[in-house]
């Protein structure tokens, strides 16, 4: 058998009334197994920097039968190396952050690991574990958008008080999404700006003086 040829071999079987029947099987000849490499989804995706950052990638190995093994089966052959660069093509700079992941064929980075308004490239290289010399590569780019600051205000959407009753409209667990939160204090590098309308018994743009202080 040659390198890169294909062999196509037919068997025949015939019963004694003459009936016969056949088959035929293909063999190709690798002169080594080359993998294969993907990763699911778009080639550009974009997160905000409060999320996991979480790549899949799915290696195969071609079979005799011209099809590809599964993930699953190619785990234990299969070893991949995953690299994180900001920026994309010659302009890109290495960057040292390392996947958290127990999984090697995930890439997963803690939130806040990534900087806002900025476009990262993650490539992995998948290899045979016998045979580093046949390996194959791709990529997919992230980009990380802006954040929203999130008004979080405890309690009801509707109160009820009575007269003389003092009232506490508390917006502390407020939090920047651009920011990690701190589990003392999630609201302390935020500035809060209140407004008050009444509706009844008369429409009014401001009650403010209904309030003395602000907690």
């Known amino acids: 058998f040659q390198d890169g040829h294909i062999y196509t071999f037919q068997a025949t079987l015939c019963n004694f009334l ?5 088959a035929m099987g293909r063999v190709i000849i690798f002169s080594s197994l080359v993998p294969s490499v993907s990763i699911p989804g778009n080639t550009l995706r974009s997160m905000k920097p409060n ?21 699953v089966t190619t785990r234990e052959y299969l070893s991949y190396s995953w690299s994180i660069s900001s920026g994309s093509g010659s302009s890109s700079v ?29 490539a992995v ?15 997919t780019q992230v980009y990380v958008v802006s954040g929203d600051l999130v008004v979080v205000i405890g309690g009801s959407n ?19 999404e651009n920011m990690e939160i ?12 209140w407004s ?11 009650c403010s003086a209904l309030f003395n202080q602000a907690l």
Do not use: H
Not at 51 to 71: D, E, F, H, K, Y
Not at 127 to 135: G, K, P, T, V
Not at 196 to 206: A, F, G, K
């Open 158 to 176: 509707t109160r009820n008080m009575r007269v003389g009753e003092r009232l506490t409209i508390d917006a502390s667990r407020s939090y920047d």
């Open 94 to 122: 290495p960057l040292n952050l390392r996947s958290i992941s127990k999984d090697p064929a995930r890439f997963l980075l803690p939130a806040f690991s990534l900087q806002i308004n900025t476009l990262y490239t993650i």
């Open 196 to 206: 008050c309308l009444q509706l009844t018994p008369v429409l009014s743009d401001d």
């Open 51 to 71: 999320a996991l950052l979480s790549i899949r990638a799915v290696g195969t190995i071609p079979t005799c039968s011209n099809a590809a093994s599964t993930n």
């Open 182 to 193: 701190s589990l003392e204090s999630p609201s302390s590098s935020l500035f809060f700006a």
């Open 125 to 139: 290289t998948t290899s045979l574990s016998l045979a580093s010399s046949s390996a194959a590569s791709v990529s």
């Open 18 to 22: 003459g009936a016969c029947g056949s």
